[in-house]
Structures are given as C-alpha cells and as structure tokens.
Nanobody, 114 residues
Framework: QVQLVESGGGLVQAGGSLRLSCTAS????????MGWYRQAPGKQRELAAT???????TYADFVKGRFTISRDNAKNTVYLQMNSLKPEDTAVYYC????????WGQGTQVTVSS
C-alpha cells in the first residue's frame, strides 16, 4: 500500500530555514506527481507546492520565492526547502501523491517563532 513518511519539521525562529523530506513506498514514485500541503490550527488544509514526474513545479502565492519543492526519484523522496520562514508558516505539513485518489502522510509539525 502507499506509504508517505514525512520528516524534518521542528521549531525555528522567523527568518530561518527548514528542509522537509517525504519518503515514499508502495507505488512507482518516479511516475507520480507529488505535493506538499499544510494545515494551520483552525484552518483548512491548503496546497503549498507540487512537482510533476518530470520536475515541473507549481507554488501557492504565499510560498513563492521562499519555498522550493524538489524530488529525487532514486531515493523515492520529495523535499520542501523552506527559507525566510514566517510565524504564519506555522502548520502541520503533509506530503501527498494522487492518482484516482489522494494519499497522505502523517504530517510533520513546523513551528516558527517570532
């Protein structure tokens, strides 16, 4: 079955950086699109970034210029490099892939202090 395991979250000061990782199994990673969503307390889950199998990327306006999504097909891993973090980036970050349905990891907490 599809498994997505996120890591790399933590507590960081505003202006700092974190790199999230998501290791996948149970499907052919190299042909699937991948994405990162986030969910802040009391808010809906929202899309942060996506990457196609060929490496084309899209970003939500609120992360453009600060976050970079990338993938390593040899390692079945997708990354989210987060720079210039703001307190409003505080959320649980989820890795996802999709075909006829969406699959989710368990999430990793990112907390940005002011």
């Amino acid at each position: 079955q599809v498994q997505l395991v996120e890591s790399g979250g933590g507590l960081v000061q505003a202006g700092g950086s974190l790199r999230l990782s998501c290791t996948a199994s149970g499907f052919i990673f190299s042909i699937n699109p991948m994405g990162w969503y986030r969910q802040a307390p009391g808010k809906q889950r929202e899309l942060a970034a996506t990457i196609t199998r060929r490496g084309s990327t899209t970003y939500a306006d609120f992360v453009k210029g600060r976050f970079t999504i990338s993938r390593d097909n040899a390692k079945n891993t997708v990354y989210l490099q987060m720079n210039s973090l703001k307190p409003e980036d505080t959320a649980v970050y989820y890795c996802t892939t999709w075909d006829l349905t969406y699959y989710w990891g368990q999430g990793t907490q990112v907390t940005v202090s002011s």
